[in-house]
């Protein structure tokens, strides 16, 4: 593969992480630095999202291979999605989210299992929006929420 690859295309790419060939959909095309002082940058690699692990990396295109058609009937095994309808504090909005906010989702998602609703609208981005649930009925936007790391337009 010489030639730049169809944006959004699936095919088989070498996953470094795991050391095996995963499907992975194209994002961007990237210019690479040359493999000698005297080459100039050229199109050598794609950055692909390996739609089952939900991971990005950049491919080199003699790593990418077409993907048969059967593996490609699948649905992705991985979703982009957030927690449902959530921002940081009025006083972090610029910062992003402090690292006490994610200690403490983490803290209440771990070690049991949840549910996950997906809720019927996704954003402009593709992703979906998602409510969290204990096996006993907590939801874990209302826990952080009580703890006063972001805000939700359902409190």
Known sequence: LSASLRIGGYWAAWDDAGSFYGRAR??????????D??????????????????????????????????????PPFCLSAA???????????????PP???QAIVS?????????????ASTDDGRVDVVLESDSGIKIITEVAILKYFHSKYF
Do not use: I
Request: hydrophobic share 45%; glycine share 4%; net charge negative.
């Open 108 to 120: 209440l998602c771990s070690p049991q299992p949840l549910h996950a609703y997906f809720l019927p």
């Open 37 to 74: 002082k005297d080459s100039v940058c050229v199109l050598r690699g794609a950055l692909m999202e390996f739609v089952d692990s939900g991971h990005t990396a950049t491919v080199l295109y003699h790593n990418v291979r077409v993907l048969h058609q059967l593996f490609a009937l699948d």
């Open 83 to 97: 927690l449902a309808q959530v921002a940081p504090l009025e006083d972090n909005q610029f910062e992003g989210w």
């Open 26 to 35: 194209v994002l961007e095309n990237v210019k690479l630095p040359p493999q």
């Open 100 to 102: 006490t906010a994610s």
